[in-house]
C-alpha cells in the first residue's frame, strides 16, 4: 500500500478485503483491511480459517495437524511472514504451532514488481 495514493482511501475505514482460500477457491474467511493493511487483521482471518480443520480427537498439541496445507501464499508475504510467529503467539495461541510451519510464498506476479527488492547481491 506503501506506493498508493494514499488520498484516495481518505475518510474510508475499509480500504480492502483479505480473503483465505483453499485450493478449490472455496472462500475460508474474509475480513476487511484498513489503511495500512494491519496484519492482525490478515492473522484473524487464516486463524479463523485454520480452526475449520480442528481435530478434536486428537491430542491438544496436534489438532490442527491433519490434511492443511503448509504453504500460504500472500502478495504481501515478504511484510507478513517475518513477524506471524511471535504475533500468533501472542493473540491466537491456539493456532500459532500450525501457523510456524507455514510456507509463505509470494505469487510470482507480485516478485516481478518488487524484483529490484529480490536481486542477488553482484
Not at 498508493?4 to 472455496?26: A, E, P, S, Y
Request: hydrophobic residues 35%; aromatic residues 10%; glycine residues 4%.
Amino acid at each position: 500500500m506503501n506506493k498508493q495514493d494514499r488520498k484516495k482511501f481518505k475518510n474510508m475505514r475499509i480500504t480492502g478485503i483479505i480473503n483465505v482460500q483453499c485450493d478449490h477457491v472455496l472462500v475460508k474467511s474474509s475480513a476487511d483491511m484498513q489503511l495500512g493493511e494491519r496484519f492482525i487483521n490478515s492473522d484473524y482471518a487464516i486463524a479463523h480459517a485454520i480452526r475449520q480443520y480442528r481435530n478434536l480427537e486428537a491430542p491438544i498439541e496436534k489438532q490442527y495437524d491433519i490434511c492443511l496445507d503448509r504453504f500460504f501464499s500472500y502478495d504481501i508475504g515478504c511484510g507478513w511472514d517475518p513477524r506471524k510467529n511471535k504475533r500468533f503467539s501472542e493473540n491466537l495461541p491456539d493456532v500459532s504451532p500450525t501457523v510456524g510451519k507455514m510456507c509463505t510464498l509470494i505469487p510470482l506476479l507480485r516478485v516481478q514488481n518488487h524484483k529490484d527488492n529480490y536481486k542477488a547481491d553482484e
